[in-house]
């Protein structure tokens, strides 16, 4: 095996662990008709199914790593849940002076 495809593996395992994987998962997208029975109805008839995709909310934000800046899709959820570490622009409650 070639060192530049090992390489480029062990880059995007880095990049999985860190952000996990951000392929959208496949699911089922259904339509139907008629009114639930608890509804006082006949209860619903599927009338087609069609496969789709849940696509992640990824956002093109500019995160630390290894102590370098780089852009990178990510995942809403892991930025508001703080595991992506975001660059320090300025210290926080200072007052630049020029």
Do not use: H, W
């Amino acid at each position: 095996m070639s060192t530049l495809k090992k390489n480029k593996r062990l880059k995007l395992a880095k990049k999985i662990k860190l952000y996990g994987d951000n392929k959208p998962a496949t699911g089922n997208s259904l339509c139907q008709r008629g009114k639930a029975k608890y509804l006082g109805g006949n209860g619903r008839k599927t009338t087609g199914i069609t496969r789709r995709k849940f696509r992640l909310n990824l956002q093109k934000i500019r995160v630390l790593e290894d102590g370098e800046v780089v852009r990178r899709n990510v995942p809403v959820s892991l930025i508001r849940s703080g595991m992506v570490e975001r660059p320090v622009v300025r210290q926080p409650f200072t007052v630049e002076s020029k």
